[in-house]
């Protein structure tokens, strides 16, 4: 279900990720990195939610065309057997 490559960030976000480390290790005051990593934990747990939700629409579109697929295909061999 999950791929392996979805693992691996690009160049952009790698280097974006080596510049916020390297001011979170420069920052000193203390009070910024507390409302920073709040600030953060509240933007993942939305994205979370988000694609949560995202998901679980799209899994349900998939069920329903699924269903009417299998429906019709019931249907069509319902037809055939009342042929024969």
Same mark, same amino acid.
């Given at each position: 279900?999950?791929?392996?490559?979805?693992?691996?960030?690009? %160049?952009?976000? #790698?280097?974006?990720?080596?510049? !916020?480390?390297? =001011?979170?290790?420069?920052?000193r @005051?203390?009070?910024?990195?507390?409302?920073?990593?709040?600030?953060?934990?509240?933007?993942?747990?939305?994205?979370?939610? %988000?694609i949560? #939700?995202?998901?679980?629409?799209? !899994?349900?579109? =998939?069920?329903?065309?699924?269903? @009417?697929?299998?429906?019709?295909?019931?249907?069509l061999?319902?037809?055939?057997?009342?042929?024969?």
């Amino acid at each position: 279900m999950l791929k392996a490559d979805w693992f691996n960030l690009p %160049m952009e976000r #790698e280097l974006t990720l080596l510049k !916020i480390g390297q =001011e979170v290790d420069e920052c000193r @005051d203390i009070e910024v990195l507390r409302e920073s990593i709040k600030q953060l934990s509240h933007q993942n747990a939305r994205y979370q939610h %988000m694609i949560g #939700e995202m998901l679980k629409e799209t !899994i349900t579109k =998939e069920l329903a065309s699924f269903e @009417d697929a299998m429906s019709a295909i019931d249907k069509l061999e319902a037809g055939d057997n009342a042929t024969n």
